[in-house]
């Protein structure tokens, strides 16, 4: 039986309430004004019990149950309702990528020795059976001829070849242990006693007949190649000249440079490829060139631009030279492990230095009152500095982790910077014997060849990934990643690379001989031409000329453009 209960109150007088008292079974009038009508339902609606079941919500993080849910309640959502736009596979609970993975009851020991087992011998234990007897998958003839065993219980085969033992530890020369020869065993690459004997001598006299001396001394020689050593007024080839039409002083630098168009002289003498070029300090009316001819020699690049001499001093090729500061003396690094010291007028050896190991880079000291010092790098990972008054090794720098390739003196020479092999850069103070900054990325490479901006603030950086890279030379010493140049090819050559003058262009050669002019501020490429048929080892900027570049190769030739 359905009963309603409904109480009206309306706001009016007590007569019409005293009206409405009996009428309780009255139904609602809809006509009445909802604003002034309110109903309380007495009886709701109640579901008997039993008649319909109502779905149990299941703890996800439950342990253990007190009763069997259904299926349908173990899949309720946690909470909300359940999306009507997943597949079936998108309900599925999943605790991976790909699926669901239960807690395995097995030993990690168990699992890998069953893993190894079915590799090596085709078998293992099926682990879905539950029975106490053992059942296989796999190789099932393996396994029951060999009873299940596994690799861990299986024994190794043992050599059937014996061997001579002595485990007597007493006996001093015959005890053997577990390294006795087999019975069988010949040892027909193992000499005896009588055949390593001769071996030895003669090896002994191969290498006395062979083998040079490095304390013997070296034939040092000195070819003048003008007429007379010096003028009409007694000066040397080292005066530079008055007549060649450019101003030669130290403190000039042209006010504009423009790009080389026409190739007009081209220096040649050496036999073989050009190793580094350099100008004369201060006027640069002389140009040195050192050669794997093992010579050096001195050009004039005013007049005749003839060869004026020739330096013959080394064994083998000779790998770097460097001015001092008035160019009166000059430093040549070889191969034969040598540095020695020219008297460049005279062409005499005023020095020889040597620490067992090949020079890579030679450096003076550029202050005026440390003209006696200079640096090397080495191919045993040091930097070395000489003395050149008592020949003596006053100070080595040794951080790097592989050979030194280049010397660089910045920050008023406070400092250098160094490069290697290891693939980073160093930075130097003075006389102190540990590096003040290490730079090094897992991006760079190995950077052979460094130049020094005109202004001493940027170091152009030869990288061997066939980009010119560039770092401050002041404080920071940090990477500008803005400037980078590229479109040359210098994998695996230690090109020479220069600046104009006036810092508008960038240059350098590369390894299929063509040289290269980048614009320093845009580094876009202006201009590039074939300059030799080798090898373009070096190309050097003229610091008094505003188009003239001089370029260095492996076809033994030094050419000059304008």
């Known amino acids: 039986m359905k009963m309603l209960g409904l109480v009206d109150y309306k706001n009016s007088d007590s007569e019409s309430n005293s009206e409405h008292e009996n009428d309780v079974t009255k139904e609602f009038d809809p006509q009445n004004s909802i604003a002034k009508t309110f109903s309380v339902c007495l009886a709701p609606k109640v579901l008997p019990n039993g008649s319909k079941h109502v779905p149990r919500a299941v703890d996800p993080n439950t342990k253990k149950l007190t009763y069997n849910p259904k299926y349908d309640e173990l899949c309720t959502p946690v909470q909300g309702p359940s999306n009507p736009n997943l597949t079936e596979q998108m309900k599925a609970h999943r605790n991976t990528l790909s699926g669901f993975v239960e807690k395995a009851h097995i030993s990690e020991f168990q699992f890998e020795n069953q893993r190894r087992t079915f590799h090596s011998f085709g078998y293992a234990v099926d682990p879905s059976t539950v029975t106490d007897g053992k059942t296989y998958v796999g190789h099932l003839q393996g396994a029951y001829d060999s009873d299940g065993k596994t690799v861990f219980q299986k024994t190794t085969r043992k050599d059937p070849r014996k061997r001579i033992k002595n485990n007597m530890p007493e006996d001093v020369h015959g005890f053997s242990g577990p390294w006795a020869k087999y019975e069988d065993e010949q040892r027909v690459a193992c000499p005896n006693d009588e055949e390593r004997a001769e071996i030895e001598e003669m090896m002994a006299k191969k290498n006395k007949r062979h083998k040079i ?85 001195i050009w004039e690049i005013y007049g005749e631009r003839r060869c004026l001499r020739t330096y013959s001093g080394h064994r083998q090729a000779v790998r770097d030279i460097d001015f001092n500061i008035n160019g009166e003396k000059f430093l040549s690094a070889g191969y034969d492990r040598y540095i020695k010291l020219w008297d460049t007028e005279t062409g005499q050896v005023v020095s020889r230095f040597s620490a067992k190991k090949i020079p890579f880079c030679v450096k003076f000291h550029p202050d005026f009152n440390k003209q006696h010092l200079f640096v090397a790098g080495t191919s045993n990972k040091k930097i070395i500095c000489w003395d050149t008054r008592s020949g003596d090794i006053v100070q080595e720098y040794d ?21 290697s092999d290891d693939k980073s850069l160093r930075v130097w103070e003075w006389d102190i014997p540990v590096d003040m900054k290490y730079i090094a990325d897992p991006t760079m490479h190995s950077m052979p060849a460094v130049a020094l901006s005109p202004n001493g603030k940027w170091m152009a950086c030869q990288s061997l990934d066939n980009k010119i890279v560039i770092f401050t030379a002041m404080n920071r010493f940090k990477m500008n990643r803005k400037k980078v140049f590229e479109g040359h090819m210098v994998s695996g050559y230690a090109c020479q690379l220069g600046f104009s003058p006036d810092m508008s262009y960038l240059i350098s050669g590369d390894g299929d001989g063509k040289a290269y002019i980048w614009d320093w501020k845009t580094t876009k490429l202006y201009k590039k031409w074939q300059a030799h048929s080798d090898v373009c080892i070096s190309a050097q900027w003229h610091p008094k000329e505003s188009s003239k570049v001089v370029t260095a190769g492996w076809d033994g030739l030094i050419k000059y453009w304008d």
């Open 399 to 419: 951080r790097h982790l592989g050979a030194v390739n280049s010397i660089t003196f910045v920050d008023n020479n406070r400092r250098f910077v160094t490069t």
């Open 213 to 297: 001396s490095e304390d013997a001394p070296v034939e040092e020689k000195t070819i003048l190649h003008v007429k007379d050593a010096v003028d009409y007024q007694g000066r040397s080839f080292l005066h530079p000249p008055h007549n060649c039409g450019t101003n030669l002083r130290a403190d000039f630098v042209p006010d504009r440079c423009y790009l080389p168009k026409a190739h007009i002289h081209t220096w040649q003498g050496h036999t073989k490829g050009v190793s580094a070029i350099k100008f004369f300090p201060k006027s640069a009316h002389l140009l040195l060139s050192c050669s794997m001819d093992t010579k050096v020699k």
